[in-house]
């Protein structure tokens, strides 16, 4: 098969991949087309953690059309038994003669074995094919097989000159609707929403997925959309046990630096999840919080909080990207600003950006961009 075709076939592949990209948590989001003699005979991709792998699926729907032929996956088929039995043994009892990965699957329980064992089977085997774009769908995935932490995402909204809210607080609303529509959708593909106990108090807010199930990818009839865990930043458990947060559906976990008994059991009665995570200086180690939450399996973090949690992080360089939607209207030198970052003085010490996207959303602007 030529080169072109194996782009277009893997492309294809990942379209496929995407269709998990609100289901498949905490596993990672892999599609499969199998092509023989120029021909698609099976797709199939991952659509929810314990049920069958993308591989499975195509292969199912070729049936004996895939003996001999090419299986393009966006990830390196699985040699282990997880939830699932190994891929790689469906992929040789079907008799394909030859797969393509995009990317080698990071887990340590793969980590190369998988395309290993084909290989010593007598099956070709290739990758690297669209190996970034494969990446770039699984962030938090990849991240958090090779460094034990998320990807953590951070969503700011502002006017033009920087401002989050009114001195007083005020913020509602700084964007449109179809911004905040976005903002559900980051929402429906993160594994967490992390905010800080300072947004709690002054807000209230719910951090849920609010979008119609019609509206999610993936779902069946009848399925609600999949709500991620919330955690709050709280150092000395200031959260109201009866936080909006607390009464709807899905987890709260409450991060904090001492856990008094007294001031936890209501909050523990309301149905939080108390996590004693200390710096030492009184704080929450977020270094420490974020670890806890990748050996829980969340791959992709979503912070929504003000200035001073969004500065910490990014100032401890936990931050992988930040997307800012910027609105088109002036809040004044009184309004409150993006970030609490007090130890930058000189040009010296800016927090250097790359953007990596920038795009229209309704009448806001969307911006990408990375640290470093």
């Not at 021909?39 to 792998?53: F, K, L, S, T, Y």
């Not at 690297?128 to 090779?146: T, Y």
């Not at 000159?161 to 929402?187: F, H, N, P, Y």
Request: net charge positive; aromatic share 2%; hydrophobic share 45%.
């Amino acid at each position: 098969m030529s080169e072109a075709s194996d782009y277009a076939f893997m492309a294809q592949a990942l379209r496929l991949a995407r269709h998990g990209l609100y289901t498949a948590e905490p596993n990672p989001r892999v599609g499969c087309v199998l092509v023989r003699e120029g021909r698609v005979v099976g797709e199939g991709w991952h659509r929810r953690a314990g049920g069958p792998h993308a591989e499975r699926i195509a292969l199912a729907q070729a049936g004996q059309a895939a003996h001999g032929a090419t299986a393009y996956v966006t990830l390196e088929p699985c040699c282990h038994h997880g939830k699932t039995p190994p891929c790689t043994d469906a992929l040789l009892t079907a008799g394909v003669a030859r797969v393509v990965a995009a990317m080698v699957d990071p887990n340590p329980l793969v980590a190369g074995q998988g395309l290993a064992q084909l290989r010593a089977a007598g099956v070709a085997v290739e990758s690297g094919v669209m190996e970034a774009q494969a990446g770039d769908l699984n962030p938090g995935f990849v991240k958090r097989m090779a460094t034990g932490l998320p990807f953590v995402r951070c969503k700011l909204a502002a006017s033009l000159d920087g401002r989050t809210a009114m001195a007083s607080g005020e913020s509602r609303w700084i964007t449109g609707e179809a911004a905040r529509r976005d903002v559900q959708r980051l929402r429906a593909r993160s594994s967490a929403i992390l905010t800080g106990v300072g947004t709690v108090l002054a807000d209230n807010p719910s951090l849920n997925v609010r979008l119609d199930p019609a509206e999610i990818p993936g779902l069946g009839p009848g399925e609600a959309p999949r709500q991620p865990l919330r955690v709050v930043v709280d150092s000395g458990l200031r959260t109201p046990a009866g936080a909006r947060l607390l009464s709807l559906p899905g987890r709260t976990l409450i991060a904090c630096a001492v856990r008094d008994p007294q001031t936890a059991a209501p909050l523990e009665a309301a149905g939080a999840q108390i996590r004693v995570c200390p710096d030492g200086k009184g704080r929450v180690d977020l270094e420490a919080l974020l670890r806890h939450l990748a050996a829980a399996e969340v791959n992709e973090i979503l912070v929504e909080a003000g200035p001073t949690l969004a500065g910490a992080l990014l100032g401890a360089g936990l931050v992988d990207e930040l997307i800012l939607y910027l609105a088109p209207h002036l809040m004044g030198d009184a309004g409150r600003g993006l970030f609490h970052l007090p130890g930058i003085r000189s040009m010296a010490e800016r927090i250097a950006l790359t953007l990596t996207d920038v795009r229209a959303v309704g009448s806001d602007w969307r911006l990408t961009a990375r640290p470093g």
